[in-house]
């Protein structure tokens, strides 16, 4: 009884708090399904859930062209939704639906305050035998019909050859192109199939390189550990910066076998950033050692 009425005062006073602060709740487009609620009152308690923050996503982002898929397409049945090339960025709607059909999200805008950001792709099991490399390209605007844009003078201002090495799982390509600040890129990454050139899954997205504002240096230089820093970055709605020291943390599928308790918390924060962002169904997917890239002269 003395624990229920404990509970109890506990809520009041975290009631009253917010009444005295006057901090309004701030709203948070979250995509991941809530499970199973229920508690032991002896259980320990558990750090908030990382929640990406949607609120800066489409601010300026509505003369940007048609949408940019987020997936490759495919069979939408159940179960299928890990036989696509997936973009790991935030879309318009989650990757499997209520009834567990294969949706066909666009990607939304990204933001990053690195010069040079990572990107993230998942590579399915379909592609492990036939794929020899990748192909990424960076662009100004949105002007072309195909999976590549152009900018004003209908050239790619970048590209990068990616180098795959047969595996299916995640893997990342850095840039080596500095983004200006404050201007958006549309970007294109295409898979190349052995006797198939030109006609592999592709997906798409935007970027956009901020200045990081006050609120968010201050909680960077406060943060005492990397987990800090992640939340800090998806609070602030900047996804690749999050996104990447997220993937830092957690151990590659080269070394996952010496995986120990201690990186609970690392795989908690990784699935539920992946989570919030509809991307729950490739939370497991192995992080790949791999995939080295270089520019390509345009």
Not at 3 to 26: C, D, E, M, N, Y
Not at 173 to 202: C, D, I, K, M, Y
Request: glycine share 6%.
């Amino acid at each position: 009884m003395s624990k229920i009425l404990l509970l109890h005062r506990t809520f009041w006073i975290s009631v009253l708090a917010v009444a005295l602060t006057g901090v309004p709740l701030q709203p948070v487009l979250v995509w991941a399904q809530s499970g199973d609620s229920s508690s032991s009152v002896n259980s320990e308690p558990l750090s908030e859930p990382l929640i990406f923050n949607f609120s800066s996503q489409t601010d300026g982002f509505e003369n940007t062209g048609r949408p940019a898929r987020q997936t490759s397409t495919g069979s939408r049945s159940p179960g299928s939704c890990l036989n696509r090339l997936i973009a790991l960025v935030p879309s318009s709607e989650p990757l499997i639906t209520q009834t567990q059909s294969c949706s066909e999200p666009n990607s939304l805008l990204a933001l990053t305050v690195d010069d040079t950001p990572t990107f993230w792709f998942y590579l399915p099991p379909e592609l492990s035998n036939s794929a020899v490399s990748a192909e990424f390209v960076l662009s100004n605007s949105a002007v072309s019909a195909k999976f590549v844009l152009l900018d004003q003078n209908h050239r790619p201002i970048h590209t990068e050859q990616v180098s795959l090495n047969g595996e299916s799982g995640i893997i990342g390509v850095q840039l080596t192109h500095s983004l200006e600040v404050n201007q958006v890129h549309r970007w294109v990454f295409q898979v190349e199939l052995t006797g198939e050139p030109g006609q592999g899954p592709a997906v798409e997205g935007f970027v956009e390189r901020i200045q990081p504002d006050s609120a968010l240096n201050r909680q960077l230089a406060a943060a005492t550990s990397p987990q800090e820093r992640i939340r800090a970055y998806a609070e602030h709605g900047v996804w690749h910066d999050a996104l990447t020291e997220a993937t830092a943390l957690r151990p590659t599928h080269s070394n996952s076998a010496t995986q120990t308790d201690s990186n609970s918390t690392t795989q908690t924060d990784w699935t539920s950033l992946l989570d919030s962002v509809g991307l729950g169904a490739i939370t497991n997917s192995p992080l790949l050692d791999c995939c080295t890239s270089q520019p390509v002269s345009d």
